[in-house]
């Protein structure tokens, strides 16, 4: 099975600024990749599917890049509603969820 | 405007039983392959099951395999998940999560959720 690994951990900025998160898969995933974010008490939103299509609604400041098994979300300028915790997802014959990065204000 | 509302959740004792449903509507659910998600208190997601729109092609996390069963109703827009022999790890917020046309397991629309939580 495909494991996911996320870094950092935890990503502490200001609004405004850039955010760069990581996502790494044990093995090709192809483009199979998806983000999703998801805030205290909420369920998860999908932002970005096949590693760089944005998800109908979804602002443009979120993007994505990558294939195989190096991946990167890229939020563009931080708005103060984007600090909340992104999970990368690896589909098409099975279903793996990374652990996370926490976006949080500094 | 896509719908998904989980309910049946609550407290149960390991070992017992539980029926979780998930009631759709904004779309038509009969076209639509569907799933289960649960996210334990603090921890990450987990996808759980699979169910295509006809309910020819299921499938579960090896976690649940045995144990956990989905089906749905297309007639009454639901969708079901029979949890049996429930153990303390199976403490979650359960959420239903519908299948985004491009592919199976990408997850476009989620309920909000209902916690099932296992405990003596």
């Known amino acids: 099975e495909t494991v996911l690994t996320q870094s950092p951990g935890t990503l502490s900025l200001s609004p405004g600024e850039r955010a760069t998160l990581s996502c790494r898969a044990s093995?090709?995933?192809?483009?199979?990749l998806a983000w999703y974010q998801q805030k205290p008490g909420q369920a998860p939103r999908l932002l970005i599917y096949?590693?760089?299509n944005r998800a109908t609604g979804i602002p443009d400041r979120f993007s994505g890049s990558g294939s195989g098994t190096d991946f990167i979300l890229t939020i563009s300028r931080l708005e103060p509603e984007d600090f909340a915790v992104y999970y990368c997802?690896?589909?098409?014959?099975?279903?793996?969820f990374g652990p996370g990065t926490k976006v949080d204000i500094k | 405007e896509v719908q998904l509302v989980e309910s049946g959740g609550g407290l149960v004792q390991p070992g017992e039983s539980l029926r979780l449903s998930c009631a759709a509507s904004?779309?038509?659910?009969?076209?639509?392959?569907m799933n289960w998600v649960r996210q334990a208190p603090g921890k990450g997601l987990e996808w759980l099951s699979y169910?295509?729109?006809?309910?020819?092609?299921?499938y579960y996390a090896d976690s649940v395999k045995g144990r956990f069963t989905i089906s749905r109703d297309n007639a009454k827009n639901s969708l079901y998940l029979q949890m049996n022999s429930l153990r303390d790890d199976d403490t979650a917020v359960y959420y239903c999560?519908?299948?985004?046309?491009?592919?199976?397991?990408?997850?476009?629309?989620w309920g909000q959720g209902t916690l099932v939580t296992v405990s003596s």
């Open positions: 999560a519908r299948d985004h046309r491009s592919s199976w397991y990408i997850f476009d629309y």
């Open positions: 904004g779309f038509t659910f009969s076209t639509y392959s």
């Open positions: 169910i295509n729109y006809g309910s020819a092609a299921i």
């Open positions: 093995q090709s995933v192809s483009s199979n």
């Open positions: 096949g590693a760089s």
């Open positions: 997802q690896q589909y098409g014959s099975s279903s793996v």
